[in-house]
Nanobody, 124 residues
Framework: QVHLTESGGGLVQAGDSLRLSCAAF???????MGWFRQPPGKDREFVAA????????FYSRYVKGRFIITRDNAENTVSLQMNNLKPEDTAVYFC??????????????????WGKGTLVTVSS
């Protein structure tokens, strides 16, 4: 069993930066870690994922070039540095754990473990 706890959400203005963190408790094995988000009134969508070694990273086209995902296996954490935030980035952001290839599969919104989410609100 793995428990995930996100932190770092909040209210920011367009153009600002924010860093989300996720602490994992339990054995992650060699799984990938990722971030998904659910905008108000919309379905959950993939944001970014990172492989166990950190050697592979994949981003949604909506955040590529603005967001950076990193992980620290010694601390069992994954972070998402979000730069140049836009109002359309407003969403509840969820940390997830699953096989890396599964996380990045087209149209995937499933994982083995999920955090409860942290709200990011970007005002214009």
């Amino acid at each position: 069993q793995v428990h995930l706890t996100e932190s770092g959400g909040g209210l920011v203005q367009a153009g600002d930066s924010l860093r989300l963190s996720c602490a994992a408790f339990g054995s992650l094995g060699f799984n990938g870690m990722g971030w998904f988000r659910q905008p108000p009134g919309k379905d959950r969508e993939f944001v970014a994922a990172i492989s166990y070694t950190g050697g592979n990273r994949f981003y949604s086209r909506y955040v590529k070039g603005r967001f950076i995902i990193t992980r620290d296996n010694a601390e069992n954490t994954v972070s998402l540095q979000m730069n140049n935030l836009k109002p359309e980035d407003t969403a509840v952001y969820f940390c997830a754990v699953a096989d890396y290839e599964r996380l990045i599969a087209p149209n995937n919104d499933d994982a083995d473990y999920w955090g409860k989410g942290t709200l990011v609100t970007v005002s214009s």
